[in-house]
């Protein structure tokens, strides 16, 4: 469930040029889920930086985060203290069971794959992974899946290759998929697969937990606001055009 | 412990902190932070006659003390308001609230409002004639006097309960429009709805917001909001409820000591949303240390 909570920062190294990790302690729901994301305030700014969960326990919670701009740049500046977080927000991912899936990330969109796919192997899911960055430098988790022993693919934008290449090339576009990444990227494999899946979204958002209506998106079918009823939607309900 | 009862046109509130419209839904996301009847009141999100989705994304860019939003008046509609939320709200919430009125035409804001005010959760009718988001409609009838009066004479022959105007910084005479609303029969005003601004994207150089404009809010325009309730609250004799920026116990007590019988609270319930119960707390500390036992004492001392 959604909670405001302080949490003490344990960790907050940096991955690679622009991303880092970011540990945050203390009494954290016990019913967070895949795919959902907590908004983290820096002081100093009003409004809070949505993050999703890379990974969580009974007494933690994990973000790998890029710097998008002044606010998370001052965020990996702060290495102890307490930050004031809204935690438990979105819906998540809905888990198969089960199943052959695929799961496609992109760049900082790979962060809440992670927590997916060891949920997914939880359901007994055999998963195909494939991840792609814009060059070898920004590479993130290919330790991470090489220990989870799932079949996995990096692609590089530098070196002429995209998930969605990558994936017709592997031929599973018949695959159901879960997808975060850039928005083109998501829609360009929404496009190409065959099969039905989940996208995680994003876009600029005011409160995290639904009060303000900032981050309402049209549907197909309906109106939901991507922090409380999202981030993750069906790929059928999504207007791409509407998050330009 | 100081008394924190104050009293709008008759209806008593348990306290002076009132959530303001669009920054509290109609109440129900805020059950997993607290218990929402800690609130003196609140604003319901601003309603219209019609279903609205409002403008499209992005809507919200942030300020170095606050934010913009260019939301655009997305609400259900008032049908859906009277017939499926408020039934919701009702089973959760027991004080009343202020029904954020919204329109495109006078027609529009006096049928709305007409449905409203047959709801018993509603205490006062809130008229927002100060939208800056939507075009045709909201802010266009609070810059001129002559069409605020008439939608606030419109909404007034249709309606039994007090009816407070939210007014707009963007008002080239604010003073001026108070006086004629209080003329006309307005039971209350709300002094200030957001202001006009734009951000920029860094890289792009174009507006962030696909509305290009959004209302600036936040503790940076707290002085401004406090300055016009100050300048307003000797002018007139009906209750002003302070808005703009509060995010404090100091804040609510400067608002008031300008002259507000009450305050909202807009994007501090969106950036903290513990908030009420956290200024609550602040304001009984407060209110001690400066040896004041009932908060209506500093309605209005800065000019006594």
New interface residues.
């Given amino acids: 469930m959604l909670r405001a909570q302080k949490l003490t920062i344990k960790e907050n190294t940096q991955l690679n040029e622009n991303t880092f990790k970011l540990v945050l302690q203390g009494d954290v729901p016990q019913d967070l889920k895949p795919g959902q994301f907590a908004e983290v305030k820096v002081p100093g700014f009003s409004l809070g930086r949505p993050l999703s969960l890379n990974d969580f326990d009974q007494e933690s919670v994990t973000f790998v985060y890029r710097i998008a701009g002044k606010g998370t740049k001052e965020l990996t500046t702060l290495k102890e203290g307490e930050l004031d977080v809204i935690n438990g927000c979105g819906n998540g991912f809905t888990l198969k069971e089960n199943e052959h899936v695929l799961v496609v990330g992109g760049g900082i969109g790979t962060a809440p794959l992670l927590p997916l796919i060891r949920a997914l192997k939880e359901n007994n899911c055999k998963v195909d992974v494939i991840f792609g960055f814009r060059e070898r430098k920004e590479t993130l988790f290919e330790e991470e899946l090489k220990a989870l022993g799932v079949g996995f693919w990096i692609t590089y934008d530098s070196e002429g290759n995209n998930v969605v290449t990558k994936m017709l090339e592997l031929g599973k576009e018949d695959l159901y998929f879960y997808a975060c990444g850039p928005l083109p990227m998501m829609a360009a494999l929404t496009n190409a697969s065959k099969a039905s899946g989940q996208c995680s979204l994003e876009t600029r958002m005011g409160c995290g937990f639904g009060a303000c209506m900032g981050c309402s998106l049209q549907l197909k079918e309906r109106t939901a606001r991507i922090c409380k009823e999202g981030p993750v939607f069906a790929k059928e309900e999504i207007i791409w055009q509407n998050l330009k | 412990m100081a008394e924190l009862k104050v009293n709008l046109s008759g209806l008593e509130l348990k306290n002076p902190l009132i959530p303001a419209s ?4 109609y109440g129900l ?2 059950l ?2 607290f218990d929402v009847n800690e609130v003196g009141s609140f604003a319901i ?1 601003g309603t219209t006659l019609n279903p609205r ?2 403008n ?12 913009l ?1 260019a ?1 655009g008046l ?1 609400n259900p509609g008032v049908h859906e308001v009277v017939e499926k939320v408020l039934p919701e709200l009702r089973k959760v919430y027991m004080g009343k609230v202020l029904a954020n009125v919204s329109g495109f035409s006078v027609e529009e804001y006096r049928e709305c409002a007409r449905l409203l005010d047959q709801e018993e959760l509603t205490g006062i009718i809130e008229l927002n004639i100060s939208c800056p988001n939507v075009h045709g409609g909201g802010m266009s009838f609070g810059t001129d006097p002559a069409s605020a009066v008439e939608v606030l004479k419109a909404v007034k022959e249709v309606t039994t309960k007090p009816v407070y105007v939210k007014c707009t910084p963007q008002c080239p005479d604010l003073p001026e429009m108070c006086r004629k609303l209080e003329e006309n029969g307005a039971d209350g005003l709300v002094l200030l709805n957001t202001w006009l601004g734009t951000r920029l994207d ?1 890289r792009t150089g174009k507006p ?1 917001l696909k509305n290009i404009t959004g209302g600036v809010s ?2 940076g325009i707290f002085p401004l909001s406090l300055y016009r309730v100050y300048q307003i609250a000797p002018l007139v004799n009906i209750p002003i409820i302070g808005c703009g920026g509060v995010s404090s116990a100091s804040d609510v007590i400067e608002m008031m000591s300008a002259g507000a019988t009450a305050v909202e609270l807009g ?1 501090a ?6 908030c009420v119960p956290r200024i609550l707390e602040d304001l009984q500390t407060l209110l001690k240390d400066l040896g004041i036992d009932d908060i209506n004492a500093i309605i209005g001392r800065a000019h006594k």
């Fill in positions: 669009g920054t509290f839904g996301d805020f997993d932070f999100k989705y409002g499209p994304l992005p809507r919200i860019a942030e300020s170095p003390s606050g934010m939003n939301v997305q860094l962030i936040g503790p994007t319930c969106l950036t903290d949303p513990l």
